[in-house]
C-alpha cells in the first residue's frame, strides 16, 4: 500500500511520542510500500526519520487546501495521488494516530479484495483503541460506524465531489466521506475484524474529542449535506462475494 499521512509537531511531547510509535510501526510493515507524508513547511521530522527511503515528505502546496490553511484535505489528496501515484496501486488515507497490524490480511489485500471482482470498492475503517501490545478494544462509535481513521481503495477513482474538508481532527469528516464515495458508486466496506487498524491516543483518552484552531468545521456543513454509516458487524465475506448486500444508514 501507499499510505498517505500529514505528520505534525504537537506541543505534548507524550503525545508526540504516540505519533512517533505509530510512525516507525507504519514504516515497519511490510504490506506498506511507501509513506507520503504531506507537511506544513515549518514541520520537523525526527532525525530517526529522516534517511528513511521509505519515506517521502512532502510540502504541502497551501494555494490548494481548504478552509484551514495547511490541513490536508481530502480533495487535496484525491489530486495528489492521480499526479504522483502510479495508477491501480492500492492507497490507504489515515489519521497520524493510527497504524496498521502486521498480517497477511494487509499484505494480500489486493487480491482478496480488491480484484475479487470489478466493483469499486472503498474500505471506509473503524480501529480498534491500542493500549498496549498485547492489549486493544472497540468502543460503541466503531461499533456504529459513524467513525473511520482510515480509507483503503485504488488509485483510479472517479471525480469524489464535495470533499475539500479535512482529514481528521473535523467534526463530521468520517460519515461525510463515506457517503461522497457511495454517492459515486463505491461500495462501502468496513471489515476491522480482517483487516485491523489501531488508534493510539493513550495520553489525552481516545474519547476525548479535542478541539483546536486547527479543528475544521467545513465537514459539518458537508454531513448537513449527505452521510453515511457502516456498521462493521456484517458479514463482509459473503457481501464481498456478492451473495448479500451490505446495510448502510444515511
Not at 484551514?68 to 492521480?82: A, H
Amino acid at each position: 500500500m501507499n499510505l498517505i499521512i500529514q505528520y505534525y509537531n504537537d506541543k505534548n511531547p507524550e503525545r508526540q511520542k504516540e505519533y512517533d510509535f505509530c510512525l516507525e510501526t507504519n514504516l515497519n510493515n511490510p504490506a506498506i510500500k511507501e509513506i507520503h507524508n504531506i507537511i506544513e513547511k515549518d514541520t520537523i521530522i525526527p532525525e530517526k526519520f529522516q534517511k528513511c527511503e521509505k519515506l517521502k515528505n512532502k510540502t504541502i502546496d497551501y494555494n490548494k487546501t481548504g478552509s484551514i490553511p495547511g490541513r490536508l484535505t481530502f480533495k487535496y489528496v484525491f489530486e495528489y495521488i492521480k499526479n504522483n501515484i502510479k495508477k491501480d496501486e492500492i492507497i490507504c488515507l489515515a489519521n497520524l494516530d493510527i497504524f496498521f497490524e502486521h498480517s497477511s490480511a494487509w499484505l494480500k489485500i489486493k487480491s482478496d479484495f480488491f480484484d475479487v471482482d470489478k466493483r469499486d470498492k472503498v474500505m471506509c475503517l473503524s480501529r480498534y483503541e491500542y493500549i498496549d501490545k498485547n492489549n486493544y478494544k472497540i468502543d460503541n462509535r466503531q461499533l456504529l460506524g459513524s467513525s473511520f481513521d482510515s480509507w483503503i481503495f485504488l488509485n483510479n477513482l472517479k471525480q469524489i465531489k464535495d470533499c475539500n474538508f479535512a482529514v481528521g481532527n473535523a467534526p463530521g469528516c468520517d460519515s461525510s466521506i463515506a457517503k461522497r464515495f457511495y454517492d459515486e458508486n463505491y461500495m462501502i466496506f468496513n471489515w476491522f475484524k480482517k483487516y485491523k487498524s489501531f488508534h493510539y491516543d493513550i495520553c489525552r483518552g481516545y474519547l476525548n474529542y479535542i478541539l483546536t484552531d486547527k479543528t475544521d468545521n467545513e465537514a459539518k456543513k458537508a454531513l448537513l449535506r449527505g452521510r453515511l454509516n457502516c456498521p462493521p458487524k456484517q458479514d463482509w465475506e459473503n457481501i464481498l462475494l456478492g451473495k448479500t448486500s451490505p446495510k448502510y444508514n444515511t
